[in-house]
């Protein structure tokens, strides 16, 4: 994923900030405007994040934002058919270590974040759907605008996020062939290390830049 998607997909990631407060009142739609605009609130107001403070946006990230996403859900679409050949505790590693692998990936992308526009569009839904699509666009001056799709789902009496689709490219699903390629490779275990490795790497990075 090129660098200006990762940065558009670390501020769709980050929408899940104070979904709890919101879920069991309002529209998905009305839930992800609101939640966008305290994210961005909070990051323009945060000079350490701005910076370049990776530690501290995975912190934002790990206290706001995990609570209110499907990891689970993120995690079977992004292993596809291979899911199915993973046992439950090779289940559990791949959603830890995924999940992970996101919030780590995107906390970074999200130090770049340069005063970009969000645009909301008018959500297509009836009033009994439980599977849903929030679009919005997001402009930055000198580019071309990106849309960004939430797919949210109805949990009980709450929503959750379950895939955020960037440019038309679905952010779990963009790692689907690599994953099938470690599968292919080492089975389960082999995609399993292999996002530990890489969590590792990414770990490494933070630490260097505290």
Do not use: C
């Not at 993120?74 to 899911?83: F, H, I, P, S």
């Not at 692998?101 to 999200?110: G, I």
């Not at 580019?143 to 960037?166: E, N």
């Not at 089975?187 to 260097?208: C, H, R, W, Y």
């Amino acid at each position: 994923m090129t660098k200006t998607l990762s940065l558009l997909a670390a501020l769709a990631l980050s929408l899940g900030v104070q979904f709890a407060a919101f879920a069991n009142t309002i529209a998905p739609d009305a839930l992800v405007k609101g939640v966008t605009d305290d994210v961005i609130a909070i990051v323009r107001q945060d000079k350490a994040i701005q910076s370049g403070d990776t530690r501290k946006a995975v912190e934002l990230v790990e206290t706001k934002v995990l609570p209110y996403f499907d990891f689970a859900h993120m995690t079977r679409l992004a292993v596809g058919k291979d899911w199915r050949q993973a046992s439950p505790e090779q289940k559990t590693a791949l959603t830890q270590e995924f999940k992970t692998l996101l919030v780590r990936t995107y906390s970074n992308a999200l130090t770049q974040y340069r005063n970009q526009v969000i645009d909301f569009k008018p959500l297509k839904a009836k009033p009994e759907d439980t599977d849903v699509i929030v679009r919005t666009e997001v402009r930055q001056a000198g580019a071309k605008p990106v849309q960004i799709d939430y797919a949210l789902d109805k949990q009980g009496d709450g929503w959750k996020v379950y895939d955020v689709m960037v440019a038309g490219v679905s952010l779990v699903t963009n790692y689907r062939d690599s994953f099938g390629q470690e599968v292919r490779a080492g089975g389960i275990d082999g995609l399993i290390k292999s996002l530990k490795d890489k969590n590792k790497q990414l770990e490494t990075t933070v630490q260097a830049k505290k």
